[in-house]
C-alpha cells in the first residue's frame, strides 16, 4: 500500500509548480475581488469557489493525460463544440439581445469558450497529422477549419469572442509556419475589407468603436461603461483605497463589475501596485507557457503549448485595454479574475495542456 506521501507525490507530479502557484495566487485574487465586486455576496462567492473546484479537477485530468492521447480526440471535441454552437443557433437562450448561451438540464454553458480551446486543438492535430508534407492547400482546409466557428459565433451576435478565437487559431497557423507574405496579403485585403465590414456592423457594434474614439460624446449610453471603468481605474491611485473600499462599484456605477469590468475594481481598490501584482503574475504564466512550448516532444503539444499560451495574452491584453479605454468594449473575460463558469474551467483546461506537455515532454509519440 502506498503512502500518503507517496500518494501526494504521484498526485503532484504533473502539475508544474510555476504553473500552479501562480494559478493559486491569481485564484486567491480573483476570490477576494468577487468577494468585493459582488458586494460581499456569499452565495456568488461560494458559487465561483464550486467553478474552481471543477477547474481544478479538469487541469488535473488534463496535465496527466498525455499529449498523444489528447491527439486522439482533438477532432471529436471539435466537433461536440461546433454541434453546441449550432445548438445555441437553434435553442439557444438569449440575453442582452444575443444568443450565446445553451442549456444542458442543471447546467448553463457558453459553447463559444468551448471553441477557444477545440479549434487550436484540432488545428495542430491536423498539422500534426500532416506531418512534414505540409503545403498551401493544408492551410486553406485550416483556415475552413477556422472560418466555420467563427461565423457561427459572430452570428450570435458576439463579434468580440469572434475575434479571440479567430485569434486562437491563427496562432497556430503562425506556429505552423504559415507564410509572411500570405500574412501580408491577409492584412492588406483586411484593411481593404473595412468600409464593407463597417455596414455589416450592427449599430451598437458601430457605436462601441466610435464611442472608443471618444467616449464623451454619449456619457450616459455608450461611452458610460469605458468612462466608469477609467474613473474606477485613476481613482485607484498608486495604492488603492483599500478592499472593499470601491465606490464606483459598491455604488453600482461599475457595470458588470463582476465579470467583463472586475478588473476596475481590482484596480480601484488595490491600486497600481495591485495591478502590477496581477501583470507580473500573468507574464510569469504566458512566459513559462512559452518555455514549455519550446521544449514539447511532438509539433502538436510545441503547436497547442504556444497558441495556448498567446492565446492566455491576448485575453489578458484585450480585457485590461477594453477596461482602460484603448480597445472597444467587448465581452472578453479576464483570466482568474472574472466570475464564470465555463471560461474558468477552460481557462484551467489550457493550463492542464501546458502542464500535460511539459510533463511529458521526454515521451515520443509511439
Known amino acids: 500500500m502506498p503512502t500518503i506521501k507517496e500518494l501526494r507525490q504521484r498526485f503532484l507530479a504533473p502539475l508544474d509548480p510555476t504553473l500552479f502557484n501562480t494559478c493559486l495566487i491569481l485564484t486567491a485574487l480573483g476570490l477576494i475581488v468577487q468577494y468585493s465586486a459582488s458586494g460581499s455576496d456569499m452565495v456568488k462567492v461560494l458559487s465561483q469557489v464550486r467553478n474552481l473546484g471543477l477547474a481544478f479537477a479538469a487541469m488535473w485530468v488534463m496535465a496527466v493525460t498525455p499529449p498523444h492521447k489528447i491527439e486522439r480526440v482533438v477532432f471529436p471535441i471539435y466537433v461536440v463544440a461546433l454541434v453546441a454552437l449550432v445548438a445555441v443557433a437553434l435553442f439557444g437562450e438569449v440575453s442582452h439581445g444575443a444568443r450565446r448561451w445553451l442549456h444542458l438540464g442543471p447546467l448553463r454553458l457558453q459553447p463559444s469558450e468551448l471553441m477557444k480551446i477545440a479549434l487550436p486543438l484540432a488545428l495542430a492535430g491536423y498539422f500534426e497529422w500532416r506531418g512534414k508534407s505540409i503545403n498551401w492547400r493544408d492551410f486553406v482546409v485550416a483556415a475552413l477549419l477556422l472560418l466555420i466557428p467563427v461565423a457561427l459565433v459572430i452570428r450570435q451576435p458576439d463579434l468580440g ?47 462601441r468603436i466610435l464611442t472608443l474614439l471618444d467616449p464623451t460624446q454619449d456619457p450616459l449610453g455608450a461611452g458610460y461603461h469605458t468612462l466608469q471603468s477609467m474613473i474606477a481605474l485613476g481613482s485607484g491611485g498608486l495604492f488603492g483605497k483599500g478592499w472593499l473600499q470601491g465606490t464606483q462599484s459598491h455604488l453600482d456605477f461599475l457595470p458588470e463589475h463582476t465579470t467583463d469590468f472586475v478588473f476596475a475594481v481590482f484596480g480601484e481598490e488595490f491600486g497600481l501596485l495591485g495591478e502590477l501584482v496581477f501583470l507580473v503574475a500573468m507574464l510569469v504564466i504566458i512566459t513559462r507557457g512559452f518555455f514549455i512550448a519550446n521544449e514539447g516532444s511532438t509539433p502538436f503539444a510545441r503547436l497547442v503549448a504556444g497558441a495556448l499560451s498567446m492565446t492566455l495574452f491576448t485575453y489578458t491584453f484585450v480585457n485590461m485595454g477594453m477596461v482602460s479605454g484603448i480597445l472597444p468594449v467587448v465581452g472578453v473575460p479576464l483570466p482568474f479574475l472574472s466570475y464564470g463558469g465555463t471560461s474558468l474551467v477552460t481557462l484551467f483546461i489550457s493550463i492542464g495542456i501546458l502542464m500535460s506537455v511539459h510533463h511529458h515532454r521526454k515521451l515520443v509519440k509511439q
Not at 166 to 183: E, H, I, Q, T
Not at 194 to 205: F, G, K, S, T
Request: charged residues 10%.
Open 161 to 207: 469572442t469572434a475575434l479571440l478565437i479567430a485569434s486562437s487559431g491563427f496562432y497556430v497557423l503562425y506556429f505552423a509556419g504559415l507564410s509572411w507574405k500570405v500574412m501580408g496579403g491577409l492584412l492588406a485585403a483586411g484593411l481593404a475589407s473595412l468600409p464593407l465590414v463597417w455596414h455589416l456592423l450592427h449599430d451598437y457594434q458601430r457605436k
